[in-house]
C-alpha cells in the first residue's frame, strides 16, 4: 500500500512515542486552582457558562498607536522633549505684554514642527496596521451550523472547532482532536515559534482520533480545563473531559498559532487560546518607544542650553534692575527721554525689583532662539530622506526574492553606526534552512570531492593550493553534465562511487550496507508529484532529507512506505531492482540519545538493526572485535569537524530470531508503561538491544550558511563588533554552525556551561523540583566561577574564548544573583552561543546585555520567536526570509541577508552616524552664535528688551536661511565613499566610541559659537558706530545694525557649513549659495511691505545698505574673521592631530589608500591595535 493512503498507516504501532505518554505529573492535579482555571467549551463557544468568562478576541495588533490614543500618545511623545515643551511656553507667554515679538512667529513654527513629525510617526504606524489588518482577515474553516465554512481569523472564538489544511498556519492555539492519519499524528513545523525548520509531532488522543470526516462532529461536545495564559512554549497541562472520562494533556496535543501544518492532509482542533492570550503572542513585548543614544545626549545639551538660557536673563535682569534702580535720583529721572512715567511695570524705577523680575520673562523669551525649534523637524526630515536612500539601495536588493531592504522607522538610524554587540538567531538567519549531503567515510575511505566555505578559507589562509575539482573527475561528458545538475540537500561529487561506480570499489559490500542504512533509517515520507513524477521526501529534519537524497543519487532510492515496510529501487549487476524491508521497530532520535535505530527484516529473512548516531555514542557502542577502520573514521569526522560540517556515525548489527523476540516483549512493555520511570525503561530496554554494533562510516552534511555570512562576519568582527548567537538549536549543531561562520575557531578555548550531567539527571528521575532547581543553580554557579578562573588565568596570554551555554543553564545565569556573573563571563569571551534558548530568554539576554554594557545593542532575527529579542534591543533587523513575517514586522530594519548587515552598518550606520552628529553640533553652533548676538546687543542697550532684529528675521532665520544647507548635510556627506567604508571596517570605531559626538567636540562646537557671535557683533558694531555710514553723513542706526550683524551671521554659518562638508554636490552648492541670496531677496522684497508690516526692514536694503560699499566690506571681513579660527584649528587638527577619516581621506588624495595602525589617532590607536590582535591570532589559529 502506498504511502499517502492514510487509512492504512497507524505511525504509532511503530514509534515508541515516548514523548507522547498520557502525563502523569502532580501538576495536573492543580486544574482549577490559581494559574490553572482556564475553561473551554469545545465545539460551543455560544455557552452560557463560556460567554461569562469574556476571553480575548482573536484579534492581534502590533502598532503602536490606535485611533483612540494616537492624539495624546503622539502628543505625549513630542512634548517629552523639552525644546518642544519649552516652544509651548514660550508660544502661551508671547500672547503678554512681556514678549518681545509677536505671538504668531513662535506658534506657527511651533505647530509645523510638532504636526510633521506626528503625522511621519502616524504614516508609519499605519503600515504596521496594514500587515495586521492582512494576518487578521487570513481565511480558516470554522464549524458552525452543522458544516465548515470560511471566516477570518479574527472572528475566532474561544472553543471553536477549526479544519486546518496542509500547509496552512494554525490561527490560535488550537488543542489538536484528530488528522487525516487514523492514529491522528501530524506533522508541525514551529519555524516562527523557536526557528527550527525541522518537524515536530503532535499527537492527538485515540478517543478523538476516529473523528475524521466533518460529519463526526455533529455530536461533539468536550470540556477543556487547563492553564491560564501564558508564554512557556514547551509545556501545556490541562484535561480533556469526553464522554465524561478525563484525559490529561501535554504540549503534544497542542498546536501553537503561527506554527504550519506539514505533512498532513488536515486536522481537527479546538480553540484554546486567542489573539493576545496565545503563547505566541505572550512571548512578543509591547512595541517599545525606541530613542537613540545621540537623541537622548541631545536633550542634555538642550538642558545645558537652558541653562545657558536662564543665567544670560537673570543676568540681564540683574543688570537692568540695577540701572532702572539709578534712573530715580531724589525724585528725578535720569533717562527722563524713556518717559517712565508712561510704561508699565516692564520699566518702572519706582518698582525696580518687580521690573527686574519681568525683564527676566522677557529675556527667556528673547534669548529663546538659543534653542533650535526647526532642530527636531529638521532631524525627522533628514532621517526620512536617509531611510528613502536605505531602501533604495541596490547592493542590498536580493533579487532571488525580489525583497529591498527596508528601514521600517527612522528614529533609529544614528544608531546604526554605533553598535557596538550583535545578538543574532542562527536558523533562518545566519543559515538558507537546509542541509547538503557533501562528504561521507565508509570503511576508512573518505569520499566527496567538493570543499566547504570553511575549507575554501582554511586554504586561502593557509596558501594551499585548491584542487581543480573540473579536472579530477573521469567520467564521460554526459556523465559529468548529470553530476553536475542542481539537486538540493546533495552537493556531494566522487567520480568512484557515483553513476554506479561504487561496486567497482574494494569495500563494495560496506557501501552497500551504509547507503542501504541512509535509505532505511529514517522517518521521511515520499511524495510523488502526479504531473511531473518527480520524487520529493517531507522528513522531520533537513538532514534526514539529505541522507534519503543522497541514498537515492547513489543507487538506492527509497520510493514506498507501508504500515510495515519500506521499499528501495537498488542497481544490481546494472539493472533496477525492487527490494522490501519490514519495518518492524523504530527507536526515534532525542537530544539524550543523540542516536535513531530501526529494525527491519529483509527478503531473506534476515534481521538487522540500523544506527545512526552521533560519534560520542556510537563509538561505545561497537563490538569490542576488531574494527578495522575505526580510527581513520575517527580522523575523518575530526577533519569533518574542522571543515564545520555535522557529522552522524553509521553502523549496523544482525539479530537472532531468539534474541530479537525476547527483547521486542521488554520493549513492548515498557512502551505501554504509565508509570513516571517509562523513558527510563524504553531507553534501558533500547540501550539493550543498540550494542556489538558494526562500524560503516560516517556522514558529513553542510547546515548550508547564507552567501557572504562568514565573510559578514570578519567584517563585523574586524570593526570591533562583538557577535552573540541565541538559538534554539541543540548544542552540537550550534558550535558546528559557529565553526561554519568563523565566530569559533579552531584553537579558541570553550567554557561550557550545561546542566546535562549525571547528578542532574539523576534528580530529574526522582521528580523533585526543589531539589533540582538547588543542585542546578549550584551548578551554574559553580560553572561560572570556572570560567572566570580560566579568563583570569589567561589575562597575560592571548587565548581566545567562547561562552557556550544550554537553555535550561541560561534560565539559572539570567537569575538576579547570577546574572552579572554570567554577564562578566560573556562580555571577557570573544563569541558567545546560547543554545535551547526560548523567545523569552532571547529577550531577557539581550536587556542584559543592552543595560549592562550601556553600548548600543543589534538583535538580527527572522521568526517569530525573535520578536521580544528584536523589540529589546536599540536596534531590531528582521530578516525578510522565506517563511512569515512576523520579525519584520517588529523590526526597525528589513534586509533579506545577513550578509546585507555589514553595508547596512559600516556604510550606511558610519554615514548616518557622522551625517546626524555633524548636523546637531552644527545646529547648536549656528543658534548660539545667532542667540548671542541678541545678548550683546542687549548688553550694548541697556538689557532693554529690545531684540537686535525685525520679528520675522528671527522667525525666518531657522527655517529659510539656515535650514536647507543642514539638511543637505544631513542626506548627502560623506566622509569616505562605500568602497573605503568596507575596506576600512576599522572606520566604524568612530561611531562605536562616539568620537564624532562626544562632550569635548560638542562644547568646541558650542565655545566656536559664542566665538563667532562676539566676532560679528564687536566688529560690526566697533567699525560702524563712529564713522558716517552713508554718503549724506548720517552714521548707522539700530535699522542697519540690525541688517548687517543678521547678514553677517547668515554669511558665517552658510561658509561654516561649506567648511565642514566633505562631499559636495550641487545640491549642497545650491542650498548654502541660494540661502545667502534669499536672504537679500527676502529683505528686498519684504522691505517693500507698508512700514505697518516690514517695521523696521522698510527699504532699508535697497536705499542704505546696498548703496554703501561699507556695507559689503565690513560683511567680508566680518565673514573671514568669524570662519579663520574654525580653519586654523582644522588645519592643525588634520596635519597633526588626524582621525581616522581624516587620514584614509588623505591618503586617498596622495593616491595611497593603505593606512597603517600607527596613523591612527591617539584616542583610538589603543583599541583598534588590540582588535587587530585579536583577528590575526583567530586567523593563526585556524
Known amino acids: 500500500m502506498v504511502f499517502g493512503k492514510h487509512d492504512k498507516v497507524q505511525f504509532s504501532k511503530i514509534y515508541s512515542f515516548s514523548c507522547f505518554r498520557p502525563s502523569t505529573r502532580d501538576e495536573h492535579g492543580q486544574i482549577g486552582q490559581k494559574g490553572y482555571s482556564r475553561v473551554v467549551y469545545c465545539n460551543d463557544p455560544d455557552h452560557p457558562e463560556a460567554v461569562q468568562f469574556r476571553y480575548r478576541s482573536n484579534y492581534v495588533s502590533t502598532t503602536k498607536y490606535t485611533a483612540v490614543n494616537f492624539l495624546p500618545k503622539s502628543l505625549f511623545e513630542q512634548f517629552r522633549r523639552v525644546a518642544n515643551m519649552y516652544f509651548l511656553v514660550v508660544a502661551c507667554v508671547s500672547f503678554s505684554p512681556l514678549a518681545p515679538f509677536r505671538a504668531s512667529s ?707 545565569a539570567l537569575e538576579q544573583n547570577l546574572e552579572s556573573t554570567f554577564l562578566d563571563v560573556a562580555i571577557d569571551c570573544s563569541s558567545v552561543i546560547c543554545c535551547r534558548s526560548s523567545p523569552k530568554q532571547k529577550a531577557l539576554v539581550t536587556k542584559m546585555v543592552k543595560e549592562g554594557t550601556g553600548k548600543t545593542t543589534l538583535a538580527i532575527g527572522d521568526g517569530a520567536n525573535d520578536v521580544g529579542m528584536l523589540q529589546e534591543a536599540d536596534i531590531g533587523v528582521g530578516i525578510s526570509g522565506v517563511e512569515g513575517m512576523q520579525a519584520v514586522m517588529a523590526s526597525d530594519f528589513a534586509i533579506a541577508q545577513f550578509r546585507f548587515l555589514e553595508r547596512l552598518l559600516l556604510v550606511h550606520g558610519h554615514w548616518c552616524y557622522r551625517r546626524i552628529a555633524m548636523m546637531i553640533c552644527y545646529f547648536f553652533y549656528k543658534n548660539i552664535a545667532f542667540g548671542f548676538t541678541l545678548f550683546w546687543f542687549e548688553a550694548h542697550a541697556s538689557f532693554s528688551g529690545q531684540p537686535a532684529y525685525n520679528d520675522w528675521y528671527m522667525s525666518f532665520y531657522n527655517v529659510f536661511f539656515t535650514s536647507l544647507p543642514v539638511i543637505a548635510l544631513g542626506v548627502f556627506d560623506q566622509d569616505v565613499s562605500a568602497r573605503l567604508c568596507l575596506k576600512y571596517p576599522l572606520l566604524y570605531q568612530e561611531g562605536v566610541q562616539n568620537i564624532l559626538f562626544n562632550w569635548p567636540r560638542i562644547l568646541g562646537w558650542m565655545f566656536n559659537g559664542v566665538l563667532s557671535s562676539m566676532i560679528i557683533f564687536f566688529i560690526c558694531k566697533n567699525s560702524t558706530i563712529h564713522q558716517a555710514f552713508r554718503q549724506d553723513g548720517y552714521v548707522i542706526d539700530y535699522e542697519i545694525l540690525g541688517v548687517l550683524m543678521y547678514s553677517c551671521v547668515v554669511w558665517t554659518v552658510n561658509c561654516q557649513m561649506a567648511l565642514s562638508i566633505n562631499y559636495f554636490t550641487w545640491i549642497q552648492h545650491f542650498f548654502i549659495w541660494g540661502s545667502i541670496f534669499f536672504w537679500y531677496v527676502f529683505l528686498i522684497i519684504y522691505g517693500y511691505l507698508t512700514p505697518e508690516w516690514s517695521t523696521t526692514a522698510y527699504r532699508v536694503f535697497v536705499e542704505a545698505c546696498a548703496p554703501s560699499p561699507f556695507f559689503w566690506m565690513t560683511t567680508l571681513l566680518v565673514v573671514v574673521s568669524t570662519l579663520l579660527p574654525y580653519f586654523l584649528y582644522r588645519a592643525f587638527q588634520t596635519r597633526f592631530h588626524p582621525m581616522y577619516h581624516d587620514e584614509i581621506q588623505r591618503r586617498r588624495f596622495e593616491g595611497c589608500e593603505v593606512v597603517t595602525p600607527s596613523d591612527l589617532p591617539g584616542r583610538v590607536k589603543d583599541k583598534m591595535e588590540h582588535l587587530s590582535e585579536r583577528m590575526r591570532h583567530s586567523h593563526r589559529e585556524i
Open 106 to 812: 513662535i506658534l506657527y513654527p511651533l505647530m509645523l514642527v510638532i504636526g510633521a513629525t506626528m503625522a511621519k510617526e502616524g504614516i508609519e504606524d499605519w503600515r504596521r496596521r496594514r500587515q495586521d489588518i492582512k494576518a487578521n482577515n487570513r481565511k480558516i474553516h470554522v464549524y458552525r451550523n452543522n458544516s465548515f465554512s470560511e471566516s477570518k481569523w479574527k472572528d475566532l472564538r474561544v472553543g471553536d472547532l477549526v479544519k486546518v489544511y496542509k500547509d496552512e498556519y494554525f490561527p490560535a492555539d488550537l488543542l489538536l482532536l484528530s488528522s487525516s492519519y487514523p492514529d491522528g499524528i501530524c506533522y508541525v513545523e514551529t519555524m516562527n515559534l523557536d526557528g527550527e525548520t525541522n518537524l515536530k509531532l503532535k499527537h492527538a488522543f485515540d478517543v478523538t482520533a476516529s473523528l475524521h470526516d466533518d460529519n463526526s462532529f455533529d455530536q461533539f461536545k468536550a470540556v477543556v480545563k487547563c492553564e491560564d495564559p501564558n508564554e512557556d512554549l514547551y509545556s501545556f497541562i490541562g484535561n480533556l473531559s469526553y464522554n465524561n472520562e478525563p484525559h490529561p494533556l501535554s504540549i503534544k496535543q497542542l498546536l501553537l498559532r503561527d506554527s504550519k501544518l506539514r505533512n498532513t492532509e488536515y486536522v481537527y482542533g479546538v480553540v484554546i487560546f486567542t489573539g493576545h492570550d496565545t503563547k505566541v503572542m505572550k512571548n512578543a513585548t509591547d512595541p517599545p518607544s525606541k530613542r537613540s543614544k545621540i537623541e537622548r545626549r541631545m536633550d542634555k545639551i538642550i538642558y545645558i542650553l537652558f541653562s545657558t538660557l536662564i543665567s544670560i536673563s537673570f543676568i540681564g535682569s540683574i543688570f537692568f534692575g540695577i540701572r532702572t534702580n539709578r534712573d530715580l535720583n531724589h525724585g528725578s529721572y535720569g533717562r527722563w527721554y524713556l518717559e517712565p512715567s508712561r510704561t508699565t511695570a516692564l520699566y518702572d524705577p519706582e518698582r525696580p525689583a518687580l521690573a527686574a523680575l519681568l525683564h527676566f520673562l522677557t529675556g527667556l523669551m528673547l534669548y529663546g532662539y538659543l534653542i533650535p525649534i526647526s532642530l527636531y523637524v529638521s532631524i525627522e526630515m533628514v532621517k526620512v530622506l536617509q531611510s528613502i536612500f536605505i531602501n533604495q539601495d541596490q547592493d542590498m536588493y536580493h533579487e532571488e526574492t525580489n525583497r529591498p531592504a527596508r528601514a521600517r522607522t527612522s528614529n533609529l538610524n544614528e544608531e546604526l553606526g554605533q553598535v557596538d554587540t550583535i545578538l543574532s538567531d542562527k536558523t533562518g538567519t545566519l543559515t538558507c534552512n537546509s542541509m547538503e549531503f557533501v562528504k561521507c567515510s565508509i570503511a576508512g575511505v573518505a569520499y566527496g570531492r567538493g570543499m566547504t566555505e570553511v575549507e575554501l578559507a582554511l586554504a586561502k589562509r593557509k596558501n594551499i593550493e585548491q584542487p581543480d575539482i573540473s579536472n579530477t573527475s573521469s567520467t564521460s561528458n554526459d556523465e559529468i553534465m548529470n553530476s553536475g545538475k542542481s539537486i538540493k540537500g546533495f552537493n556531494f561529487r566522487d567520480e568512484r562511487i557515483m553513476n554506479g561506480q561504487w561496486v567497482n570499489e574494494f569495500h563494495s559490500d560496506i557501501i552497500q550496507k551504509f547507503f542501504r542504512v541512509l535509505a532505511i533509517c529514517h522517518t521521511a515520507i515520499p511524495d510523488v508529484n502526479k504531473e511531473t513524477g518527480e520524487l520529493t521526501y517531507e522528513a522531520e529534519s533537513p538532514d534526514e532529507a539529505a541522507f534519503v537524497i543522497a541514498a537515492r543519487e547513489i543507487g538506492f532510492e527509497f520510493f514506498q512506505r507501508t504500515q510495515t515496510s519500506i521499499y528501495l529501487h537498488e542497481y544490481e549487476n546494472g539493472k533496477k531492482v525492487d527490494r522490501s524491508y519490514e519495518l518492524l521497530n523504530m527507536i526515534e532520535f532525542s537530544s539524550a540519545r543523540k542516536r535513531m535505530s530501526v529494525i527491519v527484516r529483509n527478503a531473506e529473512n534476515q534481521l538487522f538493526l540500523l544506527c545512526k548516531g552521533a560519534d560520542s555514542v556510537i563509538f561505545e557502542r561497537l563490538t569490542k572485535n576488531s574494527q578495522p577502520f575505526e580510527n581513520e573514521t575517527r580522523n575523518h569526522i575530526n577533519m569533518y569537524a574542522e571543515a564545520g560540517l555535522r557529522t552522524l556515525v553509521i553502523a549496523y548489527r544482525p539479530l537472532d530470531e531468539e534474541e530479537y523476540k525476547a527483547w521486542e516483549q521488554e520493549f513492548f512493555k515498557a512502551k505501554t508503561s504509565v508509570s513516571l520511570d517509562r523513558d527510563a525503561l524504553v531507553d534501558a530496554a533500547a540501550d539493550k538491544i543498540e550494542r556489538d554494533l558494526i562500524l560503516l562510516g560516517a556522514t558529513a552534511v553542510e547546515d548550508k550558511l547564507q552567501k557572504g555570512v562568514p565573510e559578514c562576519i570578519e567584517k563585523l568582527a574586524n570593526a570591533g563588533i562583538k557577535i552573540w548567537v541565541l538559538t534554539g538549536d541543540m548544542m552540537e549543531t550550534a558550535i558546528n554552525i559557529g565553526y561554519a561562520c568563523r565566530l569559533l575557531v579552531q584553537g579558541m578555548t570553550q567554557i561550557v556551561i550545561t546542566l546535562d550531567s549525571p547528578d542532574i539527571i539523576a534528580l530529574e528521575k526522582l521528580n523533585d523540583r526543589a531539589a533540582i532547581s538547588k543542585a542546578s543553580r549550584e551548578s551554574v554557579k559553580k560553572q561560572l566561577r570556572e570560567g572566570r578562573s580560566q579568563l583570569d588565568l589567561a589575562k597575560s596570554s592571548s587565548g581566545l574564548f567562547a561562552l557556550i551555554i544550554d537553555g535550561r543553564s541560561l534560565t539559572y
